[in-house]
């Protein structure tokens, strides 16, 4: 899977995370006030380094990235997809 930069970039604004640029980019996903994910990547346009540890902390299968990169895949299904995983509580 290739990932870059601003495919991330794209992810971070289709989910409304807070994003906070310093020595890295960092962003976090929250849900009714409550801090479900952060990552963070680095600036430039180029290729995303550690694409597998920013699927990880997004916590979803290669499948389900995919889809949330490609754009299938909509802020409310990624929700679903955390709630059925216990991250989210109804």
Do not use: W
């Amino acid at each position: 899977m290739q990932l870059k930069v601003s495919q991330v970039k794209r992810i971070f604004d289709k989910l409304g995370m807070e994003v906070r640029p310093s020595d890295h980019i960092f962003a976090y996903f929250r849900h009714n006030g409550k801090l479900i994910i952060k990552t963070k990547i680095s600036h430039g346009s180029g290729d995303a380094k550690a694409k597998d540890k920013i699927r990880q902390d997004f916590k979803l299968l290669e499948d389900d990235f995919c889809k949330l990169r490609d754009c299938p895949l909509s802020k409310e299904g990624y929700i679903e997809i955390l709630k059925k995983k216990g991250l989210i509580l109804n």
